[in-house]
């Protein structure tokens, strides 16, 4: 099954830029898809298909991805922004035309100092 | 205002069942996929379930395949998710997440605030 790897903690200050990765075997031919989540609180999509924002997400979120990393910045970091980020891409299944699933990185936790 | 409400978490024992249901109000229900995803106590997200606004399409994850059934029903904008055998590995806050489009693959764009079920004896 595909995995995606992404490092459990960023730290970062306020106004600085917070860059989270998200590592999988060509990435970059798959859309990637983000998520925030805060305490208590269920996931917010960030950003979707690379590098898309839903409405309501400053400019000052974006997304890329090439090759082997999908990353998402968020320039200007504010204190509102520490929660933790997830990636999440679909993986169609080999040998099935009508198989797939979801796969979710393991998360980065943002922390604002 | 789009809302997704999940009910029927609680405690269960080992082997035991429970059926999650997804109240949605607020758009057009059979217009969206839908998916379930849960988060164990501190963990990640992990995928569970997606099915198509027409049913057409259902996946599920290969840990709970042939255990859990996802199912909705479009005339009362309801989604349940049918958990049988469950083991202490279940135990999770499950999300209800509406998609973006009919058929999956989408990302999620809308997601209740969970509902804690724990498999205990």
């Known amino acids: 099954s595909y995995v995606l790897t992404q490092p459990p903690s960023v730290s970062v200050a306020p106004g600085q830029t917070a860059r989270i990765t998200c590592g999988g075997n060509?990435?970059?031919?798959?859309?990637v898809h983000w998520y925030q989540q805060k305490p208590g609180q269920g996931p917010v999509l960030v950003v979707y298909?690379?590098?898309d924002r839903p409405s309501g997400i400053p400019e000052r979120v974006s997304g890329s991805n090439s090759g082997n990393t999908a990353t998402l910045t968020i320039n200007r970091v504010e204190v509102g922004d520490e929660a933790d980020y997830y990636c999440?891409?679909?993986?169609?299944?080999?040998?099935?035309?009508?198989?797939?699933?979801?796969?979710f990185g393991s998360g980065t936790k943002v922390t604002v100092l | 205002e789009v809302q997704l409400v999940e009910s029927g978490g609680g405690l269960v024992k080992p082997g035991g069942s429970l059926r999650l249901s997804c109240a949605a109000s607020?758009?057009?229900?059979?217009?969206?996929?839908f998916s379930w995803v849960r988060q164990a106590p501190g963990k990640g997200l992990e995928w569970v379930s997606s099915?198509?606004?027409?049913?057409?399409?259902?996946y599920y994850a290969d840990s709970v395949k042939g255990r859990f059934t996802i199912s909705r029903d479009n005339a009362k904008n309801s989604l349940c998710l049918q958990m049988n055998s469950l083991r202490a590995e279940d135990t999770a806050v499950y999300y209800c997440?509406?998609?973006?489009?009919?058929?999956?693959?989408?990302?999620?764009?809308?997601w209740g605030q969970g509902t804690l079920v724990t498999v205990s004896s």
């Open positions: 997440a509406r998609e973006r489009g009919l058929d999956p693959p989408w990302p999620s764009t809308k």
């Open positions: 607020g758009f057009t229900f059979s217009d969206y996929s």
């Open positions: 099915i198509s606004g027409t049913s057409s399409y259902i």
């Open positions: 060509n990435i970059g031919s798959r859309s």
């Open positions: 298909d690379d590098s």
């Open positions: 999440q891409v679909w993986d169609t299944r080999s040998g099935s035309s009508n198989s797939g699933s979801y796969v």
